[in-house]
């Protein structure tokens, strides 16, 4: 079992840089492999980005490559998530998730969910 708890969000200008955290309460954090999940208004939960327990692997979507950057500390039991360059469309709740295995593109694989946090782009 895992808590994950979701913090840094805001409003911000296009071009600015935000930095979402995930604090995990659990003992076996650093097992999971953990993603950054978001969803905008009107639109499905996609994949952002994530990161396997060994920080070894990571994924991340066409639309942030670049942009955006995971990480993870498990010793602080906590997985960050490093947006620059914000665009309008980086716009949506962002929500981290746990899973037990390799990283998976789609939520169901996960497990469990944070509450999320919004993030607003403006132009």
């Known amino acids: 079992q895992v808590q994950l708890v979701e913090s840094g969000g805001g409003l911000v200008q296009a071009g600015a840089s935000l930095r979402l955290s995930c604090a995990a309460a659990g003992r076996t954090f650093s097992s999971y492999t953990m993603g950054w999940f978001r969803q905008a208004a009107g639109k499905e939960r996609e994949l952002v980005a994530a990161i396997s327990w060994s920080r070894v692997s990571t994924y991340y979507a066409d639309s942030v490559k670049g942009r955006f950057t995971i990480s993870r500390d498990n010793a602080k039991n906590t997985v960050y998530l490093q947006m620059s360059s914000l665009k309008p469309e980086d716009t949506a709740v962002y929500s981290c998730?746990?899973?037990?295995?390799?990283?998976?593109?789609?939520?169901?694989?996960?497990?469990?969910w944070g509450q999320g946090t919004q993030v607003t782009v403006s132009s």
């Open positions: 998730a746990a899973r037990v295995g390799s990283i998976a593109t789609m939520a169901k694989e996960y497990g469990y």
